[in-house]
Structures are given as structure tokens and as C-alpha cells.
């Protein structure tokens, strides 16, 4: 674990920036945006979409490039649900970079839309579309960065390989985890970068650029009640319902421990210090050992702290009974908990029986929980973002997060491969259209993302060269 002060940003020289830039070509805008549009248009939602189109499209555009066929792998489970998986090809001095986005998308109904999901449009300084925030855009950068790469005939120390990978949203066939069982030669990496993190801006003005390095576990439990029923005209004191209700009213009341791990130790302390008044001094309340009840108690009234400060459970869906004038012979409810890594999905199962209280109530995992241990902060990743930062926003703080949702990064991370979820690509606070109508990416943000990818890639995989212009 680094020490907080270890990663802060060093500025660079204006001399050493120039350096950095020699012999770099310039991006090409249009070309990016004709392969992001490109993107976009081919349809990858679970429902009525295809991943391997997009895998094929992505591909053509490589090849166009100069990619040779032995370098672009397209696979898959089925048809629809293809991956692509491109190498540029580096000396080999050191094991591969891997870049990793997802081309399936969430579900959109046009009908929900200001605008056709499913077609670029640029109004107003935003890209609109889905997927264009999450995770075409950063999908597009990287084919985009990497024909940039190839022009210049850079040859890295280490192999680039992009993954871009379908049932990311949903979908029986996760493409990172399908690619790990079936090609996992194809993928193998000291390092993966990935979605997750990004940053933030506050009414206009840059604040701080995110590193996602960890996740919550995500862990559905089904509550179930049985009862033996019987004539609604005749009720008895022991109904499934009521049970349930009881015992969905415990959970509402309760809060599972605090419990902050190194990352989100520093997130909160950088934190403290872009903010101002109660919240930042709230902030610095919550690390201090033991964290300090009435800062607690403040930041758990917003959804964004608490999810980071603690393991939640929340009921989503009941179902219960099977007519109007019957007692309920069965309720049943799913409890979604997204837990903290490091602690044990069975303690949490635990936990909630005793919170339940009520021996009726069977707890039962929906599905077998996927946890995932936190990627270090690795400063041969963490010192070029912060480096990179500060030429592209000097004074943006570089500040390691915990998703509370769940991405890709675990399947990477559960085999060996340390994923860090970077993009530079900023948005405004609160203005969140991930999975939602209307999502956006800012047209200069795009635009800036994909140089900071550029020159994050590039100095992770050509650092030996990078040093000696130094
Ligand atoms: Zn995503």
C-alpha cells in the first residue's frame, strides 16, 4: 500500500512535455468520429442487437490500417455475441497491455428518447446515443488510438491488446469471462485498463479524474415464507405476507457496519479536500479511527457516501399470494446487496438472518457471488495517469475509487490480471445518463479522453523509450 503523499502528481517541465510529444502524429478527429458513429449504429443491445457486427466493423477498421488477419481474433459463444481481440505488436521486453471495453449495450426505448438511441446525433457540444458514455466511447478511442499507433510504426516494449467484448449489461456470455475460459493466451496482460473510472467536473470546471481499482460484490438474496394458506374470510395471525413485510421493515432500519479499506480511505481524504464546509470536514471525520459517529451518521443520508462507506442490502421485488381472497401461501422477495470486497458473502447471508429474525424466512444466494480483491495502486500505472493529468489539467487530482455497481474489471482481476478503470473522459457531477434516456458524452470531452488514453497508453507501453527522453 503507498502512502497517500507517494502518488501525489508530479508537474512535468514544459521541455520534458515537449519531448513527450515528439514524434507523435496528430489525432485524427474525423476519423475518430466516424468509427464512434460507425459504432454506435450497429445495434448491441441484448434484445435485438449483435456484438459481432460491431466486432467485425471494429475489425475492418484495424485492418484498413494496416492489422494483419493473424492479429484480430473475432469469437464468440454464438453469432450475436462476438468479441473482438486486437494486438498491436510491441519487442516483447515486457508482458502485454491490455485495453478493455465493451461494445453490447443497455436497452433503449426509442419512445423514452429525446433523441433515436440508436443514431449519433451531436447537439449543443454532446454526442448523444446509447453507448455513448457507456462504454462505445471509450470503445472507439482505443480502436482509434491504436490506427493512430500503427501509423506512426511505433513499436511498443510490450504488446497492446485491445478486447472489446459483448454481455458486459447483461447476457448469458460475458466476452471477458468467455475470453479468460476459451482464448485466455489472447488476453494475458501485466495490466488492464478499463471503464469504471472517469472524471468529474463541477459546472464546467474540471475537479478531479477517477481510478476505479476496486468494486462491491454484487449478491441477490431470495426470501422466501411458506405458509399453509387458506380462506382470506377466516385470517390467522401467521400470514406469509406479514412475515415478510417484518421482516423487510428490520432491513429497512438497519445499516451494515462501516468498514473503509485503503482506497476508500484516500478517496475520502482526497475528497475532503476538494470540498468545502461540513461536507469536507464530514469527509475527514469518517476516516479518523474510530470514524466519527456524527460524520457517519451525515454522509449516510447520501446514497453516493454510504454506498461507499458500507456493505447495503435493499429489498427490490416481492411477490407474494395467488388471489384476492386467499390467505398467501408464498411470499417471496430479492434483497440486492452489493458488498464490500474483502468481506465474505456468507457472513453478509448471516448478518441478514439475524436481522430478519424470523425463523420462516429462508435466505437463499440467487446466484453463486463473484468478489474480487482490489487492484493495488500500482505507481507504474498511478504515476503516468497522474503524470498525463496534470499535462492535460494541471491541479486535477488523481483520486482512486471503489465502483459501488460492478464492471467487467472483476473477471480480470479474479485471474491475475491487475485492471485499473481510468478514461479521462470527464462529465458533469449529477449529470449521470449511464443505463438511463438521453445518455451523452460531451463532445470535447471525447475528444480529450481519447488524448489522455493516447498518452497513457503510450507511456505504459513504451516507458523504457519515454525515460531515455527524460
Ligand atoms: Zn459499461
Redesign the pocket.
Known amino acids: 500500500m503507498n502512502t497517500p503523499g507517494r502518488f501525489f502528481p508530479s508537474i512535468l517541465l514544459i521541455s520534458q512535455l515537449s519531448f513527450l510529444q515528439t514524434g507523435f502524429t496528430q489525432a485524427d478527429p474525423k476519423l475518430t468520429r466516424d468509427i464512434f458513429k460507425e459504432l454506435i449504429e450497429i445495434n448491441t443491445t441484448h434484445s435485438a442487437g449483435n456484438t459481432t457486427k460491431a466486432a467485425e466493423a471494429m475489425a475492418a477498421r484495424l485492418r484498413a490500417a494496416g492489422f494483419a488477419d493473424k492479429d484480430l481474433f473475432i469469437g464468440g459463444p454464438t453469432e450475436k455475441e462476438g468479441n473482438l481481440v486486437a494486438i498491436l505488436h510491441g519487442s516483447g521486453k515486457r508482458k502485454p497491455l491490455l485495453l478493455l ?2 461494445i453490447d ?2 436497452e433503449a426505448l426509442p419512445s423514452d428518447w429525446s433523441t433515436d438511441p440508436f443514431k449519433f446525433e451531436e447537439i449543443d457540444g454532446y454526442y448523444y446515443a446509447r453507448g455513448s458514455s ?2 462505445k466511447a471509450m470503445a472507439a478511442i482505443f480502436v482509434a488510438n491504436l490506427i493512430r499507433m500503427k501509423k506512426e510504426g511505433a513499436v511498443p516494449d510490450r504488446d497492446i491488446i485491445l478486447a472489446l467484448t459483448a454481455d ?2 447483461g447476457g448469458d456470455f460475458n466476452g471477458v469471462s468467455w475470453l479468460l475460459q476459451n482464448h485466455k493466451d489472447l488476453i494475458q496482460a501485466d495490466y488492464a485498463l478499463n ?2 473510472g472517469g472524471g468529474m467536473a463541477k459546472e464546467g470546471k474540471k475537479i478531479l479524474n477517477r481510478v476505479q481499482i476496486s468494486e462491491k460484490v454484487f449478491q441477490s438474496f431470495q426470501l422466501e415464507v411458506k405458509n399453509r394458506g387458506g380462506h382470506s374470510s377466516q385470517p390467522r395471525k401467521d400470514n406469509a405476507i406479514y412475515h415478510l413485510a417484518h421482516a423487510l421493515d428490520n432491513l429497512s432500519k438497519f445499516d451494515f457496519p462501516v468498514n473503509l479499506n485503503d482506497g476508500t480511505r484516500i478517496y475520502f481524504q482526497r475528497s475532503s479536500k476538494l470540498e468545502t464546509g461540513q461536507l469536507a470536514e464530514d469527509m475527514l471525520g469518517v476516516i479518523q479511527s474510530p470514524p466519527r459517529s456524527d460524520a457517519v451518521a451525515r454522509l449516510s443520508e447520501m446514497p453516493n457516501y454510504n454506498a461507499l462507506l458500507r456493505t447495503t442490502c435493499v429489498a427490490t421485488m416481492v411477490n407474494a399470494g395467488h388471489a384476492e381472497n386467499a390467505l398467501p401461501q408464498t411470499a417471496t422477495a430479492i434483497v440486492n446487496c452489493r458488498i464490500l470486497p474483502g468481506e465474505d458473502p456468507d457472513r453478509i447471508r448471516e448478518l441478514l438472518i439475524n436481522v430478519f429474525a424470523d425463523k420462516e424466512i429462508s435466505v437463499t444466494p440467487v446466484k453463486p457471488a463473484k468478489p474480487s480483491s482490489p487492484s493495488s495502486l500500482n505507481p507504474d500505472v498511478i504515476g503516468p495517469i497522474e503524470r498525463i493529468t496534470q499535462q492535460l489539467w494541471p491541479g486535477v487530482a488523481v483520486i482512486p475509487s471503489m465502483s459501488t455497481g460492478a ?2 474489471g472483476l473477471y480480470l482481476r479474479n485471474a491475475g490480471i491487475p485492471t485499473y478503470g481510468v478514461s479521462g473522459l470527464f462529465s458533469e457531477a449529477g449529470d449521470v445518463r ?1 443505463h438511463g434516456k438521453d445518455e451523452r458524452i460531451g463532445v470535447n470531452a471525447f475528444y480529450e479522453g481519447q488524448e489522455f488514453l493516447y498518452r497513457l497508453v503510450k507511456e505504459m507501453a513504451m516507458k523504457t523509450s519515454v525515460k531515455r527522453d527524460y
Open positions: 471495453a465493451h449495450v443497455v457507456d462504454d458486459e449489461e471503464e469504471g464492471t467487467d449511464a
